[in-house]
């Protein structure tokens, strides 16, 4: 298995060079396709008088030709920023940035994307909420770290709970594991059994079969979401491997505890799969 085609999300608002530099690399490696995407909509203003529909249309579409005028200045940008480094393809959509990356997930290996404000959603008209994506594309998302230009895979940490997530998200980031110099498998228990420790040491197996040289880590503590977070800064981890857990919830996604505490790593590569 490898990465054929990358989707990478890019801000309306933000500045696309680090993403599109990180997601350029990211490609180069795997000779894969590169598409870039922004997605973005504007509110409909409510009228304030009698006469105010019309007065309303007329702003909300100023407003969505406005988003029309910056997709292209985008769209030039990142052909600039790739300059033919690998072959790629523009996609923008005057939507709800969430629901129109989801939508375009089926054309892609892999999703890359940022996270500036971690866990939160920010404007849902202009930001695409990461944690919702996940839970909802059908495939991986590598959330890149706040500002990096560039992949670095020196120490890569594989957050292992046995459960039908983290199974996937392994299995998923094989390709990318296997640019890692280390692999490390991090369990948390509160008092872990023979039962967790086979687990470890079978997705060690997994790994080594692939060719990816990895170990494991039990950690004994109650607190998941603290001792994962040292556990990940004391091993230097460039890249951190996990399920995404979550479900819906009066049509909002609430996170799992380690899920939203991943996303708030801003500081971090992430890779998830739900």
Same mark, same amino acid.
């Not at 560039?150 to 120490?155: E, F, G, S």
């Not at 479900?247 to 380690?258: D, L, Y």
């Given at each position: ?62 407003? =969505?030709?406005? %988003?029309?005028?910056?997709?292209? $200045?985008?769209?030039? +940008?990142?052909?600039?920023? #790739? @300059?033919? !480094? *690998? &072959? ?63 992949? =670095?895979?020196? %120490?890569?940490?594989?957050?292992? $709970?046995?459960?039908? +997530?983290?199974?996937?998200? #392994? @299995?998923? !980031? *094989? &390709? ?99």
């Amino acid at each position: 298995m490898s990465y054929k085609s990358i989707l990478v999300n890019l801000d309306i608002d933000s500045s696309i060079a680090p993403l599109a530099t990180f997601a350029t690399d990211l490609a180069s490696r795997f000779e894969a396709k590169l598409v870039g995407f922004c997605a973005a909509d504007a509110p409909f203003p409510a009228a304030m008088a009698p006469d105010g529909g019309a007065v309303a249309m007329e702003i909300w579409q100023e407003q =969505r030709d406005a %988003i029309e005028c910056r997709f292209k $200045k985008l769209h030039a +940008e990142f052909e600039k920023l #790739v @300059a033919g !480094a *690998v &072959p790629l393809e523009w996609r923008e959509a005057l939507g709800g940035p969430t629901r129109s990356l989801v939508s375009l997930a089926r054309l892609a290996d892999l999703i890359v994307t940022g996270a500036s404000e971690g866990a939160a959603t920010g404007d849902i008209y202009r930001v695409a909420d990461p944690g919702s994506v996940v839970l909802q594309a059908g495939r991986p998302v590598l959330i890149a770290a706040a500002g990096v230009g560039h992949v =670095r895979t020196n %120490i890569a940490a594989v957050a292992w $709970k046995d459960t039908h +997530e983290a199974r996937r998200a #392994v @299995a998923d !980031a *094989v &390709p990318l594991l296997k640019l890692a110099d280390e692999v490390v498998v991090l369990t948390i228990a509160d008092d872990p059994d023979d039962w967790i420790q086979a687990g470890v040491t079978d997705v060690v197996a997994f790994l080594t079969r692939h060719g990816i040289k990895a170990r494991s880590e039990i950690i004994n503590a109650n607190d998941e979401g603290e001792r994962l977070t040292e556990a990940l800064l004391s091993c230097n981890a460039d890249l951190v491997v996990s399920g995404a857990y979550g479900h819906s919830r009066f049509k909002e996604w609430v996170f799992g505890g380690i899920t939203r505490s991943l996303l708030d790593e801003t500081g971090l590569n992430r890779f998830m799969s739900s």
